[in-house]
Every structure is written in C-alpha cells, then in structure tokens.
C-alpha cells in the first residue's frame, strides 16, 4: 500500500516539512564522488568530482594540472561539479588515484591507491631530452603566473574599492580636501599599477598598438600558453621571459600589500570618524 493509501486509510493527516527541514533541503548540497590523483612522491596534482549514478560509469583524467588562476565566481551557492580550467599536461611517470564520496559533508573513503602510469606517446618530432627540468620550468611557471594573477585581481579589487571610497566623499559632509587628495593618490598608484599589467589596449584592434614597454599580461600569456599544449624544449626567451616578470612582479606585489594593508586603512578611518556610510572591505563598527 502505498504512503497516501496508507494515510486515507487510517484518517491521517498528511505530514508537512517544518520549516527548517526546508531550509535544509533548499542549503543541501548533492552527493558527489571525487578522485584525487597523486604523484610517487605522493603530492595530490589533480581533483576530479563526478555525481553518484547508478550502474558502471566513467570519468576521465584530461592529464592536466589545475590552472592556478584566482577563484572568484560571484554566486551564493556552491556547485562542486562546476567545470574547472586547467594548466599544463603533468609530466609522464607513475601515479595514483583515490576515491571518495561526500554526502552531506561526511566523506567516505571508497578506493585506496588504486596505481596507474602515465606514459608518453612518442609521436614527438623533436624528443624532449631532460624531461624533469621541464617538469621543474612548468612548476615555475605556474607559481609566477598564480601570484601575478593574484596581484592583478587584488589590484582590480583595490580599485574599485577606493572608487567607493570616492563616491563616498563626494556624499559625505565634513570631508577635507587632504582626504580627498589621499584618495585620489591611491587611485592614481592602482591605475599605474593596471597599466604595467595591461598597457595601452587600443579600442578597436591591438594591431593599432603603439610602441610601448611589453606589458606584464603579454608576457604573462606567451610563458604561460607556450608549454599549454607541448612538451617541447625550453627556449631562451622563456627563461628571459620568467626572470624579467619576477623582478617586476616583486616591487607590484609590495605596493599592492602597502595599498591594501595601511594605506586604504588609513582612508578609511578617517570615514568612521566621520560617521560615513558603508562600503566594502570596511569592517562594520
């Protein structure tokens, strides 16, 4: 019999969720397995999630790293199965996968160690010789480019709160001219900062560049995109490349830290003194 007929029957009333076990129904987060892949020296270089179905079913390393690029996906509601971006091909060798299933947040261990190889093709024209200094160059690279990706985000996320900062002056009585002048110095240093990232970008084409220092982005992207989808050898420019962004990505980093840490601060003290409204990054006091 089933669950209505059962009720009808007996003269039940039928049951009603309360209203926190709809608010927990609405918060839950469907079950998923994930696969950790690690290297022999047993560092985890890669997740992949999948969701629980019924039957035999399959999923499938791409042989990529994941990209070290910053998350920042304006959304409320977390999605483990969101498709992710990578990074380089991982480096031939031996390794090993385990799987794990979340329900509910409690996570269970279903398969252990299960050993696997990863084995090159040798469909290449031109045969990689030292095989680890490229796995080392690769793990250069991506460490470079997460910070310089990192600095330029921070930048942008810095800009627009000193652009809040602004509108907030511009409504707020009782605010000074050396205020404002503070103001407008961070912004000045933030923009600077974008513009060693991006350079001029011309409105309708970047063949209409003009002559100009090469932009971090130019050589961010030509590093990192060069050794995307090959094993191919190191060159010259890249090793030049790599040593010209870590002395400039160095002093950025710092400006971005003093910006964020004292300056901005300082300005915004001066606002809650002044009994000014809210805005973001500002901790509500």
């Known amino acids: 019999m089933s669950l209505l007929g059962l009720l009808l029957k007996t003269n039940s009333r039928i049951p009603k969720p309360s209203i926190a076990e709809l608010r927990k129904e609405d918060e839950e987060i469907a079950p998923y397995l994930f696969f950790e892949i690690r290297d022999d020296k047993g560092t985890v270089v890669r997740k992949l999630k999948k969701s629980i179905s019924k039957g035999i079913n399959r999923i499938t390393w791409d042989l990529r790293l994941p990209t070290p690029e910053p998350i920042d996906k304006h959304t409320y509601k977390f999605d ?6 990578t990074a380089m091909l991982a480096n031939e060798g031996t390794y ?14 279903l398969a252990k160690a299960q050993k696997f190889n990863l084995v090159p ?5 031109l045969p990689l010789e030292n095989k680890e200094a490229l796995a080392k160059f690769n793990r250069e690279v991506l460490e470079i480019y997460r910070k310089a990706m990192a600095a330029r985000k921070e930048n942008k996320l810095l800009l627009e709160r000193c652009i809040n900062l602004k509108y907030l002056s511009n409504n707020t009585p ?3 001219a050396e205020l404002m002048a503070k103001i407008d110095k961070v912004e000045s240093n933030l923009r600077d900062i974008e513009w060693q990232f991006t350079g001029h970008i011309p409105p309708a084409s970047m063949e209409e560049r003009r002559p100009q220092p090469v932009p971090l982005n130019d050589r961010l992207d030509y590093l990192y995109h060069t050794h ?8 010259k420019t890249e090793l ?10 160095e002093p950025i980093i710092n400006d971005i ?8 601060k300082e300005i915004e003290k001066e606002f809650d003194k002044l009994g000014a409204g809210w805005t973001p990054g500002r901790k509500i006091d």
């Open 257 to 264: 830290s003093d910006i964020r840490d004292v300056r901005i």
């Open 80 to 85: 483990p199965l969101k498709k992710e971006r």
């Open 174 to 176: 009782g605010v000074s």
């Open 96 to 109: 090993y996968v385990d799987v794990y299933r979340n329900v509910r947040g409690k996570i269970d261990t």
């Open 240 to 249: 030049d490349a790599i040593d010209m962004l870590k002395k400039r990505l």
């Open 121 to 125: 093709l040798n469909m290449s024209t």
């Open 228 to 235: 995307l989808n090959t094993k191919a050898k190191i060159t």
